[in-house]
């Protein structure tokens, strides 16, 4: 299987066949460890026109992801390793539910599926997590409906210090 960079963030695999090793997943956490976002993925579906999108992901703890929702979609999380917690938000932004996961080892999730839309976050706790996403295709930016009750991403820090506060309010230790 060969894999080829779309950007520092977004890998592609090809092939007819794709599987992963040990070693791809190294791969991953090294190119999350590595980006300024902290963040990377393998993409195992052809294209982005693909009606089902399957990826491994990798963030970074520190990673800011701002919360979201995709109207009309389904999304299903497989942790492979590391800790994470996923935040469901109530349309005004109040907290709905935290869904803590992890590998088999963590005695937490390791599986969920949302299969309505609901704004949400993931909050990575351990220096990389690595978890398989998947979606219905194709993608398009314009399905990702970002909550305005969130900061936006950018170099004020505003999004950064509004994550470090749901941290603590959702995760033992922050």
């Known amino acids: ?52 999108h399957e990826m491994l992901v990798a963030l970074r703890s520190d990673t800011i992801i701002r919360p979201h929702l995709h109207p009309n979609n389904v999304e299903s999380v497989h942790m492979i390793e590391g800790l994470m917690t996923v935040v469901h938000f109530n349309e005004d932004g109040s907290l709905n539910e935290a869904v803590a996961m992890g ?10 599926r949302m299969t309505r839309p609901l704004y949400h976050a993931w909050l990575p706790e351990t220096e990389v ?17 970002l ?16 994550l470090t506060s749901l941290r603590a309010k959702v995760l033992k230790n922050p």
């Open 1 to 52: 299987m060969n894999i080829r960079a779309i950007n520092p963030e977004v890998y592609q695999a090809e092939g007819p066949v794709v599987w992963a090793t040990k070693d791809n997943i190294e791969f991953l956490k090294a190119r999350a460890l590595e980006n300024p976002r902290g963040r990377a993925r393998l993409c195992a579906h052809p294209n982005s026109e693909d009606s089902l």
């Open 147 to 162: 909550a305005a009750w969130a900061p936006a991403e950018g170099p004020d820090g505003k999004l950064k210090e509004y």
């Open 129 to 145: 997590m690595v978890c398989q996403e998947v979606t219905r295709g194709p993608f398009n930016r314009a399905n990702t409906v």
């Open 103 to 112: 590998d088999l080892q963590s005695g937490r999730a390791i599986y969920y």
